[in-house]
Every structure is written in C-alpha cells, then in structure tokens.
C-alpha cells in the first residue's frame, strides 16, 4: 500500500467531497429520540439518514450496496455491504444521531450551523458522530483506488447511541445473518487525548442515568411565611447525593460500584500522564486558578477511565436568577449523570441507586428516582499482534508518531454488546473527540486534518487485516 497515495487521495476526498456532505448533515437537527419524542413526525433523521446514503452511493465504491432497513416501531439503521478480496469480515461503526444544541457557542457558531474556522469544522454531530459513515467508505476506496485486498466490509449505521442504542441489539438480530461471522470490529466514536498520534480506546465506562425528584408542597409559598417550617427540597435533595457522593472529595461511596484495577490499565494510565502531561487537565478549559480532582496525573486518568464519577446534567423546578422571587418551591428535580468502571452492572447499579436515595426520605418528602437507560462499560480483548503491528505501523506513517492506548471515560453501549456478540472478534475504537473538540456541548468541532490522517490509517488497518486473513 502506497502511503503517499493514500494520503493524497484521503486528502482530497475530504476536501472536496467529505467536508461539503457534512456541512450539510451538520444543518440538520437530527436530534436522538431520547431528545425528540416527536423524532419520526419531525423527520430529521430520516433526512440526515438519506443523505448520508447519497453520498455514500456516489462514491463509487465497487460492489457497495447499501438499504436504509426500518423495523416497526424503531429508528431506521443505514446498512451498508461491500465484498472483499480476502478472507474475513469487518464490521464498521457508527451513528448519526446527535445531543441537543444547548447554549453559548460563541459568535458566529450554531449547532446547525456548519463552520470552517482554524482548520476545524465547527456543528454538532460532525465529530460525534457524523464523520463515521464518510471516513469508513473513503478508507475501504482508498485500498480500491490502489489494488489493495480487503476483507468484506459491512458498515452498520445507527440512529439512537446518544440515547444509549436501544435500537441496535433488535437490529443486529435481524441482520444476523447478513452480517455473518465478524473478525474485526472498528468504532469511530471514540475520543483522543490529542491531535498529534493516533489513539485507542482501550475501555469504556458504563453510565446510570436517572431524574431524582424531591417534593415537599402542593403549592409555592412565601418564604417568609414557610421559611424554617417547612423543609427546603434542594437542601433535601443536595443531602441524599450525599449519601451517593461524598461531597468533598468527589468519591462515589457505593463498594459495589468501584473495580479492581487491572495492572496493564495502571501502566497505560502512566503512559498516557507521560505523554500528555498536564494537558490532561489543562486542556479541559477550567477557569484561571481550578484545580483538577487529583495533583496525579495517572490518577486522573484512571479517575476518568476506571472510576466511577457523578455530575448533574439537568435540573427542574429551579426558575431563571431573574425570576427567583421569595418562594419556597414545591420541589426539585435533577438529572444525574454517573459514569461506572468496566464490570460493573449497569442495571443492577441503577436499581441499587434508586434503592439508596429512595430510602428513608428526610421530612418524609416525597423522593422518587426514575432509572433512564442504564448502560454497562465494557473493556477491550488483548490485541492479536498483527493488529498491534498495524496500529503502530499506521500512527508512524500518518500522524508521525507512536500511537497511545487510553481507557475513555464515556460511554458507547453498543461496544458491550457486540463484544458478547462477537466474542472472537478484534476490537480498534477510536475517534476525533480530543481536547476542547465539546461533544454535547456548545462549539462542538471536528479536527479536519486528524480527520484525514484517521481516515488513512483505518485504510492501512483494513490492509493488514486482510493480509492476517480472518483477522481473529
């Protein structure tokens, strides 16, 4: 495989062709079901799912045939297939449906609104997770380009990850037989702790997600009739995280929700440290003077990848500072947001949760928690040394640097899935969502030129494979 090649005709691709498409996907407010109950009515993702067929279509990938498949009462899945000159079968990854828009982008910049500015490429769903369906085509026409053997591709399209990819199990056992036997499995939705090497995701935490209510009057009241009489909900509220998290140090006080930490996972942490050094927690845009959870930098890393963690991601009851008259409120409500380790049942963790908080309400308040979508983590097999050979060959010949092994500190509930489903199979996550790149956030971005360079690399990945055979 000749690399200058295929940097040049990735390059281009990107260019005039990569770059264009998902300007227009980024356009499309193809919220995630979760986030748009009205999804089907709305028609966005079936829009954002067309377009990314056309495209995909046009590209002229020799053999490629490609079916948006829709099951009652699911998101539709784009299901895409190319034969191979060589043994085996690949499966490539990806979704196309995105979180809300949220505020604050700065001036200029929109979620659909698709940007090119500094070499980045500004919208969200562009880097999480758009680029997938675009880059895992260009690779497999990369090796096309050039006579390369590959293995049969299949390109398995979702509409649902950022609502924990409820859709994809009944899908995969629909399609089971068509997709056959898989090898290899390569996820683009991963993230990167730079933009200078490439990186894989060596594990990924699970998530428990749930609304803790807190409700203590039939109707407001003035505080100076009630204050000190009747219970405020969000202290209530604050006092049963604290029976989940300690408050001064972040740790989650639950044994059952904290793994012994494997000693490869150790060293990778203090490899990563090395390499990053305290861009771990620099790049992360912390006001002047916050400090970071740890003065370690491993720790840190382990922290984001091996332990559990919970952050409130919403809130309910609470008016805007200007509306906040002199009312004690009916109640609260919060959305919590907790990150678990690999081997950690996300359901059973989810029930014990609700179980802790739910039990012995202060003031006998009414406390509920409703469980969201729980979803396991999940960790990596050991690489076959053909594809370790292949990693290292790719970031040497197209970043210019050794390659970095880190465990991710979100989720993609799919991984798990397909690792019991595929459990011979060899696993390379890795994606575009490296330091400030805001997934979910606002000024969501897509790194162009590591576009490019991952997209050449999973082409030198699909080589390898298909000169190992099988690739399991």
């Known amino acids: 495989m000749d690399a200058a090649k295929t940097r040049s005709f990735v390059n281009r691709t990107w260019d005039e062709s990569i770059i264009p498409a998902l300007g227009d996907y980024i356009a499309i407010p193809a919220l995630s079901p979760m986030f748009d109950r009205n999804w089907e009515k709305a028609g966005h993702i079936d829009k954002a799912m067309q377009l990314i067929q056309g495209w995909c279509r046009e590209q002229g990938v020799k053999g490629l045939a490609t079916e948006i498949v829709r099951l009652p009462g699911r998101s539709p899945l784009l299901y895409m297939e190319v034969p191979g000159s060589a043994p085996g079968t690949v499966l490539l990854y990806g979704h196309m449906d995105k979180q809300p828009p949220m ?10 609104t698709p940007v090119v500015r500094d070499g980045k490429l500004y919208g969200r769903g562009g880097a999480d997770d758009g680029y997938a369906a675009f880059a895992s085509l260009t690779a497999i026409k990369a090796l096309q380009e050039q006579g390369v053997a590959h293995a049969r591709c299949v390109i398995l399209i979702e509409a649902t990850e950022e609502s924990g990819s409820p859709d994809l199990p009944p899908y995969v056992d629909h ?17 990167a702790g730079d933009y200078e090497r ?9 998530i428990v997600v749930g609304n803790l209510r807190v ?8 505080s100076g009739t009630g204050g000190g009489i009747v219970p405020d909900s969000f202290r209530i509220i604050r006092t049963l995280l604290d029976r989940i998290e300690d408050h001064a140090t972040g740790e989650i006080r639950i044994p059952g929700f904290h793994v012994d930490i494997p000693p490869d996972r150790r060293e990778q942490a203090r490899s990563v440290a090395g390499v990053l050094g305290a861009k771990i927690h ?18 840190l890393v382990l922290n984001n990848g091996w332990r559990p963690s919970l952050t409130v991601t919403g809130a309910a009851g609470l008016p805007p500072l200007e509306d906040g008259g002199n009312v004690i409120r009916t109640g609260t409500a919060f959305k919590l947001s907790m990150r678990v380790p690999p081997g950690v049942d996300s359901v059973k963790a989810s029930e014990e949760v609700k179980r802790i908080l739910e039990a012995d309400p202060p003031y006998g308040s009414r406390v509920s928690f409703e469980i969201d979508a729980p979803g396991d983590g999940w960790a990596a097999p050991t690489l076959s040394p053909w594809l370790e050979a292949a990693i290292a060959e790719a970031s040497e010949r197209y970043f210019g640097k050794p390659p970095c092994v880190m465990g991710e500190g979100g989720s993609i509930p799919f991984m798990g899935f397909l690792g019991d489903r595929f459990p011979k199979a060899q696993f390379v996550i890795t994606g575009l969502l490296g330091p400030a790149s805001n997934a979910h956030a606002p000024n969501e971005f897509l790194h162009i030129e590591t576009g490019k360079r991952l997209t050449s690399s999973m082409a030198h ?12």
Do not use: F
């Open 103 to 112: 505020a604050g982008w700065r001036e200029g910049l929109g979620p659909w």
């Open 175 to 191: 399609l089971a037989d068509r997709i056959g036997q898989v090898g290899l499995i390569v996820c683009l939705d991963s993230g």
């Open 198 to 206: 490439l990186w894989l995701t060596a594990s990924l935490r699970g």
């Open 215 to 222: 409700e203590v009057l039939k109707e407001a009241i003035h």
């Open 282 to 299: 620099e790049d992360m845009g912390m006001l002047p003077g916050v400090q970071p959870m740890a003065a370690d930098l491993a720790e």
């Open 461 to 472: 990945v699909l080589a390898a494979q298909a000169r190992a055979g099988s690739g399991a």
